[in-house]
């Protein structure tokens, strides 16, 4: 069987890709553990986690060995070119410098060799084999001067050579580790132990891995959730941020969601575990951004098909450079250090790396931000998105009905007459007393009511209470399908009969409305808002607005959005109108409205069918076919099974900004990668020609690879600094 691909065996150098000859050889793919689990044997998120700690660990500990041993006989062989006629004529140094050379070809260089040999026999060809080539040759060459008794002895660039090339493979693999650490940060967060509460209210620790989903579990101020659950007691602010990037704790009470690794930062939680485990959401998180990074893109999959073609053409290269220098100066020992310099400059190891370093950096930094980003392929969609479609309720507005405007007539003459008498003039105290009156009569007659308009009026009007104000009952109560309800209503020493719903209820029961009233109901309905009438006595008191409000940054949302250069479209199953009045208000332009949730997938695939690259932004549930119709999914969510599936990217904090800051940070990703990719062909091709005409050290080359393989790493490291706006 062909050699495993993607995984690194201990002391390697960049491991094998998959199939052997297609790819660059560059380095362990991102997200996976380096050595196979025992086969049958459970893989947790923390046990992949561990392992590849523990692997990257062990490879920075090989390499960083290798770079001890070879820097004496590095500085011993670089030593005797000061001194090189002395050196070439004296026997013993001759002899030493042949025994210092063989370990640090055959010990030290020896993961460059096994791979290449490992490559040769499935007939395939990489980095490792240029570098096996090169310095072999230089060894081989010197070797065979020493034994027929020639001054052309050069050791001295083999050994530097790979001592560069040790250097450059350490310093990768310390920032490797780097890039991989997002990820490990937060599993490190999870408990290792719950208070498990027995049937008889004891309290127990066990181990998380023995909590079961149905376990009430408790958890005291300062202790981190073990598991995902349902809140049954209790009352705590929860710190989420190592999920969802979101500093401000957020207040959990009896009903409410919590997620395992998350802290209960005051008070104390009673949970029941509801999913233990790989099924944690922090586990599919995981999970996910281990897919992304070991994921390969178009840009990776074409550097790979390149790279099959352009390690054999620099063999051949090379080949032709020693036979020209043969034939046009009959000096062997150049021809062979030209053809060295070939070998080992054009060596792609920066090709190796320009994706995944990008992709495991780009991701393990969106994952600290609260960004999920599902896989490599995402990057490149978020790179040609020119339309981006944003669902109404949920994502621009807050999903729940609230209370936005009171316009009540003061003033009443049962409650209020000494305020005034009709036509007298209104001061500001005589329409908040009316207010308030209003406020506390509809929020009586509607107290029992489970309507969602219902419950806005009741918590708005408690929400405007005066402080120590009592509030109205209700009795008699009767509710009109549709319309409205109807009460008798005691208001401290006033009891009126209250009719709360449809203008048409009112008209219907005789009460007479005020064509001033009447003009800004109008104008309140003409904004989107459902407008509720209240009245008693004869006559219409007052109006509430209510309404689905737009979230406080949606606007600049929007506006950020335009500057990216994508056009915004707003879909909605709302009526047209209050479609348009959202939009307007936020700033766009396109507007699908009135939209079944079934029918949201067909009006993506519509926009896509105009040309549109389209990317739709909804909260994951009834959005879910429209999500994955798109070329680019975004979910806003906290991490639900729907959110999370849905989604080509999901947003853990479920706030808008984080649509800017996922598209500028997967934008940013895909850029790094082509800045890698360019420079690595770029450095290469250019680099060759210059080695060919004799005009670049064997040495300098080697320092000069090494180092192209580190400032990729480098420039990959630069989307830890990514900050949103």
Known sequence: PPPPGGRATAGDTHPTPAPPGAGTGGAATPGEPAGDAPRGA??????????????????RRRWGRRLAWVIAPALFLLSTMLYHDLAMHTPAMRWAMFLVATPVQFVIGWPFLREAVRRARYRSANMDTLIALGTSAAYFYSTWQLAVGGMELYYEAQVVIIAFLVLGRYLEARAKGDAGRAIRSLLELGASEARRIGPDGEETMVAVDDVVV??????????????????????????????????????????????????????????????????????????????????????????????GVFVPAVIVIAVVTFAAWTALTGDVGQAVMASVAVLIIACPCALGLATPMATMTGTGRGA????????????????????????????LTHGRMTLTDVIATPVTADAHAAAGTPGTERTDADVLAAEQTLLRRVAAAEADAEHPIARALVDGAEE????????????????????????????????????VGRRTLLTDDGLTLD???????????????????????GAVRGALAVADSLKDDAADVVAALKELGLEVAMLTGDNARTANAIAAEVGIDRVLAEVLPEDKQAEVERLQAEGRIVAMVGDGVNDAPALVQADLGVA??????????????TLMRGELPGIVTAIELSRRTHRTIRQNLFWAFAYNTLAIPVAAVGLLNPMVAGAAMAFSSVSVVLNSL???????R
């Open 42 to 59: 459970p893989s947790s998120a923390a046990e992949r986690a561990e392992r590849s700690a523990a692997t990257e660990a062990d490879e």
């Open 214 to 307: 149905g376990d009430r579990l408790k958890v005291r101020p300062g202790e981190t959730i073990p598991v995902d659950g349902e809140v049954l007691d209790g009352r705590a602010a929860v710190d989420e941020s190592m999920l969802t990037g979101e500093s401000v704790p957020i207040d959990k009470a009896a009903g409410d969601t919590v997620t395992g690794a998350t802290t209960a930062t005051g008070g104390a939680l009673t949970i029941r575990a509801t999913a233990v485990g790989a099924d944690t959401a922090l586990a599919r998180i995981v999970r996910l951004v281990e897919q992304a990074q070991s994921g390969r893109g178009s840009l990776q999959r074409l550097a790979d098909r390149v790279s």
């Open 368 to 395: 600290q931000l609260g960004i999920l980003i599902r896989s490599i392929e995402v990057l490149e969609r978020a790179e040609r998105i020119d339309a981006i479609v944003l669902d109404k309720t949920g994502t």
């Open 464 to 499: 405007r209470r005066d402080d120590g104000a009592d509030r109205a009952s209700a009795r008699d109560l009767e509710a009109l399908a549709g319309r409205g309800v109807r009460a008798r209503v005691t208001d401290g020493d006033v009891e009126v009969v209250a009719t």
């Open 515 to 537: 064509e001033q009233l009447a003009a800004r109901i109008d104008a309140l309905e003409a904004q989107g808002r459902t407008v509720v009438v209240a009245g008693w006595d």
């Open 636 to 649: 806003l969510g906290t991490g639900t099974d729907v959110a999370i599936e849905s989604g080509d990217l």
């Open 718 to 724: 630069r989307l830890r600094r990514f900050a949103p």
